[in-house]
């Protein structure tokens, strides 16, 4: 019979607080989506689910509407052409979920002359079995991925680099203004369950808090990717290795808020971040002042971040949806509706930012001139 592990994360994690103490927020949300036996990515892939797309828990713009991906993709033709059309080039794409922003953009791009026979398409995942879930969906569009487990492994050429709902899965650090000093908030038991407390000591200066929180009231949440700078300096060092530019889209205001962003989604609703771990996506919001600071520092060229819908509307979308429409006039609904979506203030058109990072001396990417 197959050994089956009985003890749940909730389980092991009251083990481990009792024994060590107390644990960050950021080690929580390790915990919880990497676990390799009852994290989210592998408790998924044992139910042979992605999570990502309307069956899932939570679904992103790509499973929203094919337009997303296919303006991404023509977005990466322009740029490929920016560069000078350069062959062989990167392609690369960081947590692709179910492949289906790739195969979309792959489709789209069929018409760009040498672009496919160009690309060396990249992807970065670390889910087992979401490798297979893109493999078959690139297969169907006729692409031949390779997987590379950093970015830094691709092979050393121009590259363009996509990322969407990729960088709100970093795991974060939480510190609360109490009292005019900052706490770290912890994950610790009460009363036999897992229960949120607060660090005994104190930062001792403000150099870990974003700038804007610097002094904040009372109250004031400073959230902090701890991975960030290394994924910038990555990011960074390969871009000036050979030209290239990333595409990084993701939900997080422009401005620093000084709040709680931390959510757990199961089946497209919100729950308790500390229930059931491993059982709900678990993202924090992008801190968008501190992704362009950083990769400003690292010497990148920075664009945006611009609205996702009003990034959209540059790129053409509403054109894409007419022309979309008039194809299937009996699917005019639904594609507005898709639009609408991706593209409305109260949906995925505020929340959601786009911001490219590039190496020195390239004109304004696509849908960034007006803002840049
Ligand atoms: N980009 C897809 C999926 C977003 S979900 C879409 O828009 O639909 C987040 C994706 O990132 C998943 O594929 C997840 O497995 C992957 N991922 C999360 N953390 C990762 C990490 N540290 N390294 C590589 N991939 C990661």
């Not at 929203?64 to 990466?76: D, K, N, P, R, T």
């Amino acid at each position: 019979m197959e050994a089956r592990a009985v003890t749940t994360l909730t389980d092991r994690l009251i083990a481990l607080i009792a024994q060590n103490g107390p644990i960050t927020v950021a080690q929580y949300m390790t915990s919880a989506l990497y676990d390799p036996l009852n994290g989210y990515y592998a408790v998924r892939a044992g139910l042979g689910e992605s999570g990502v797309g309307a069956d899932g828990d939570f679904l992103t713009a790509p499973e929203a509407s094919q337009m997303f991906g296919e303006l991404v993709g023509l977005w990466c033709a322009q740029e490929w052409m920016t560069l000078g059309s350069p062959a062989p080039f990167n392609l690369m794409e960081l947590g692709p979920g179910n492949g289906t922003l790739m195969a979309d953009a792959w489709r789209a791009t069929k018409i760009v002359p040498g672009f496919h026979a160009a690309a060396r398409l990249q992807l970065v995942e670390i889910g087992a079995h979401l490798k297979e879930r893109q493999a078959h969906a690139l297969s169907k569009v006729g692409a031949t991925p390779t997987w590379i487990a950093h970015l830094d492994e691709a092979p050393g050429a121009p590259t363009l680099v996509i990322a969407n709902e990729f960088l709100d899965c970093l795991p974060i650090r939480q510190f609360f203004r109490i009292e005019g000093r900052w706490r770290e908030r912890l994950v610790g038991v009460k009363d036999g369950a897992l229960a949120f407390g607060f660090s005994h000591e104190v930062l001792p200066d403000e150099t870990l808090i974003p700038p804007a929180l610097h002094g904040a009231p009372d109250g004031a949440i400073a959230e902090v990717a701890s991975a960030l700078p290394a994924f910038v300096a990555t990011l960074a060092l390969r871009l000036a290795q050979a030209p290239g530019r990333a595409l990084l889209i993701d939900y997080g205001a422009q401005q620093t808020t000084g709040g709680d962003t931390l959510q757990a989604v199961r089946k497209h609703q919100r729950v308790d971040v500390l229930d059931t771990p491993g059982s709900a996506d678990l993202t924090a919001h992008v801190d968008f002042p501190r992704l362009v600071a950083l990769a400003r520092d690292a010497g990148l060229a920075v664009h945006g971040p611009v609205p996702q819908g009003a990034w959209l509307d540059a790129l053409g979308v509403k054109e894409r949806a007419a022309a979309l429409a008039k194809a299937r006039p009996d699917k005019a609904g639904g594609i507005d509706a898709q639009l609408h979506r991706l593209t409305a203030g109260d949906q995925m058109g505020v929340l959601f930012n786009a911001v490219c990072l590039s190496s020195r001396d390239l004109p304004p990417p696509a849908g960034f001139e007006k803002m840049a």
